[in-house]
């Protein structure tokens, strides 16, 4: 019966955060939708290519920025090294060394 009710509030959860993304992206493409009518009217003449070309570009920039930034990460960073610590502190222990 907990295991239901559990399941049930993970769920309710689940479905939760799965609405806040879509409605946070959608919100977000709305938002650079104004941006590039609103410069496009402004500054191109009433052409949306070139602001939409800019923001992709942006977008692309960030991509590769955050891309840079893992991979910088990841040499500097070993992989689970708690748990490998751990399986090495339990491997001395099941298997000592004999005198």
Known sequence: MEAGQAASYFGRVAVAVGVIVVAGGLGYLAG???VIVWSARRW???DVLPPLAVMAGLHVLAALMAAWWLAARRRHQELFAATRAEFAEDRSWLHPKNP
Do not use: C, E, L
């Open 44 to 46: 191109a003449g009433g």
């Open 32 to 34: 650079w939708g104004v």
